[in-house]
C-alpha cells in the first residue's frame, strides 16, 4: 500500500466499489428489517472473500456496511482475527514462536471487537508513515493517530495523551485519558491518574491532587474485572510490569505521597476515599453490564461519514 493522507486512504477506487457490493447489498437488508438466516450464511462468506484491509477502509467512511460488520453472527470471526493480532498467538496450524510469551488479544465489554481491529488497523498506518523517510510521507502520521484513538486503541490514546503532556496542552491530554479510563477500565484509570498528577503539579492544586489518588484507586479496584482490557491494553504485559515501565514501581508509596500532597491522613483516605473508589468502580462495572444486557443493535458508537471523519481530524 502506497504512503497516502488520510482523505486518499478513505477514497474507494471504482474496482474496490464494485466488488464491495454484495456487502453494500447486504447492509441494506439489514437496514430494512434484519437478516435471515441464509442472509446471514452469505454475509460471513462475503466477509472472509473480500480483503481485510478493503473492508476497514470502507467501513470507515460507509455507516451502513460498518453496521453490518457489527452483526453479531460475525462476533465469532472477529474475535478470532482479533486473537490473531497479538504478539505471539497459538495458531492451529502452527505453534507459537519459540521463547516468546504467548500473548493473544482479547474481546472486552466495552468496546466492540470491529472497533478494535479497525483501530489497530489503522494505528498499523500511522506507525508505517512514521517512519516513511521523505518528511512529506511522514507528515501524514498524525491524521492515523488522531484517527486510530478516536476508534478507541490504548497506544493511539496512550501516545496523544503522552504529547499532549509534553506540548502542557492539559485539557487535550484529560480528554485522551478520560476516554481511556472509559474503554480501558484499570489502564486508563492509571493513565488518568498520571495525568491529573501532572496537572495538579502544575497548577498546585491540593483538590487535584485527591483527585489523582481517587484514580489510583479506581483502577486499582477494577483490577479485578479489567482482566482482558488490561492485557489489551499493555499487550500481555501484567500490571506490575507496565506500571514499573511508566516509573510507578512503588504504588503503595505514590498512593501515600499524593495524599500528603493532598493534605489528607491516610486513614481518611482508607475510611472514605477508598469507599467512594469502590463505589465508582461498582458504578462503573453495573453500567457495562446493563448496557451490554440492553444493546439491541450490533455496534454502540456513533457511526460517521468520510466527510465527518476527515472534517473532526482536521479540527
Not at 7 to 28: D, G, N, R, V
Not at 42 to 71: V, Y
Not at 188 to 216: C, K, M, P, V, W
Request: hydrophobic share 40%.
Amino acid at each position: 500500500m502506497p504512503y497516502q493522507t488520510l482523505q486518499q486512504f478513505l477514497k474507494l477506487k471504482t474496482a474496490e466499489k464494485i466488488s464491495l457490493k454484495p456487502l453494500l447489498e447486504l447492509s441494506e437488508a439489514l437496514e430494512q428489517g434484519g437478516l435471515s438466516s441464509q442472509e446471514q450464511v452469505a454475509l460471513a462468506s462475503e466477509i472472509e472473500k473480500i480483503d481485510f484491509a478493503l473492508l476497514i477502509r470502507a467501513a470507515l467512511g460507509n455507516p451502513k456496511l460498518n453496521t453490518l460488520c457489527k452483526h453479531p453472527s460475525l462476533n465469532d470471526i472477529w474475535n478470532e482475527k482479533w486473537r490473531l493480532c497479538g504478539l505471539n498467538p497459538p495458531r492451529t496450524e502452527e505453534p507459537p514462536q519459540a521463547g516468546k510469551p504467548i500473548h493473544e488479544y482479547k474481546p472486552q465489554s466495552t468496546l466492540h471487537t470491529f472497533e478494535l481491529l479497525k483501530g489497530i488497523f489503522v494505528y498499523g498506518q500511522y506507525k508505517r508513515h512514521l517512519k516513511a523517510e521523505e518528511s512529506i510521507f511522514k507528515a501524514y502520521a498524525p491524521s492515523y493517530l488522531q484517527l486510530a484513538a478516536y476508534l478507541g486503541y490504548f497506544p493511539a490514546l496512550g501516545g496523544l495523551c503522552k504529547q499532549a503532556l509534553a506540548q502542557n496542552s492539559l485539557n487535550n491530554a484529560l480528554f485522551y485519558a478520560s476516554k481511556a479510563a472509559e474503554l480501558y477500565w484499570t489502564p486508563g484509570y492509571f493513565l488518568l491518574a498520571i495525568t491529573t498528577y501532572t496537572l495538579a503539579r502544575q497548577d498546585h492544586n491540593e483538590s487535584f491532587y485527591q483527585t489523582a489518588l481517587l484514580q489510583l484507586i479506581i483502577a486499582e479496584k477494577l483490577m479485578p474485572h479489567a482482566e482482558n482490557m488490561i492485557n489489551n491494553a499493555y499487550q500481555g504485559k501484567s500490571v506490575a510490569t507496565a506500571l514499573a515501565e511508566a516509573g510507578l514501581s512503588d504504588l503503595i508509596g505514590l498512593k501515600q505521597e499524593l495524599a500528603r500532597l493532598a493534605g489528607l491522613s491516610m486513614s481518611w483516605v482508607t475510611s472514605t476515599l477508598y469507599k467512594q473508589a469502590e463505589k465508582e468502580a461498582k458504578k462503573i462495572v453495573d453500567e457495562a453490564s446493563s448496557n451490554n444486557k440492553n444493546e439491541d443493535r450490533p455496534g454502540s458508537k456513533e457511526e460517521m461519514s468520510e466527510i465527518e471523519i476527515s472534517t473532526r481530524l482536521s479540527l
